[in-house]
């Protein structure tokens, strides 16, 4: 059964940090044409906020560009996504989500074309 389990969220002020961690089982995430970091904030569309392929190319929404890293950890079958200067706009359940594996392609931001969703990471960030 494929697990992705987020965790690493929390409470921080403006201008902290957090690391979150996606651990993924069933099929390595190298299986995955590429990974992904989602969020949802209440009352809002789930957003999609960084993206990396299987061969590592990246992809960030503009409103974290500069400020979030995401990266992955192969040997751990781990998804990480490193948050720095957040503000309170960043407050969000987190998410990290996967295709189909073996596929050809990344559905880049397109929340539908994920086959795979963690159970989420609240993170808050208090002015």
């Known amino acids: 059964q494929v697990q992705l389990v987020e965790s690493g969220g929390g409470s921080v002020q403006a201008g902290g940090s957090l690391r979150l961690s996606c651990a993924a089982s069933?099929?390595?995430?190298?299986?995955?044409?590429?990974m992904s970091w989602f969020r949802q904030a209440p009352g809002k569309e789930r957003e999609g906020v960084a993206i990396?392929?299987?061969?590592?190319?990246?992809q960030y929404v503009d409103s974290v560009n500069g400020r979030f890293t995401i990266s992955k950890d192969n040997a751990k079958n781990i998804l990480y996504l490193q948050m720095n200067n957040l503000k309170p706009e960043d407050t969000a359940m987190y998410y990290c989500?996967?295709?189909?594996?073996?596929?050809?392609?990344?559905?880049?931001?397109?929340?539908?074309?994920?086959?795979?969703w963690g159970q989420g990471t609240q993170v808050t960030v208090s002015s």
């Open positions: 989500a996967a295709p189909v594996p073996y596929g050809g392609r990344c559905p880049a931001f397109r929340v539908a074309e994920y086959r795979y």
């Open positions: 069933e099929y390595t995430i190298s299986s995955y044409y590429c």
């Open positions: 990396i392929g299987r061969y590592g190319s990246i």
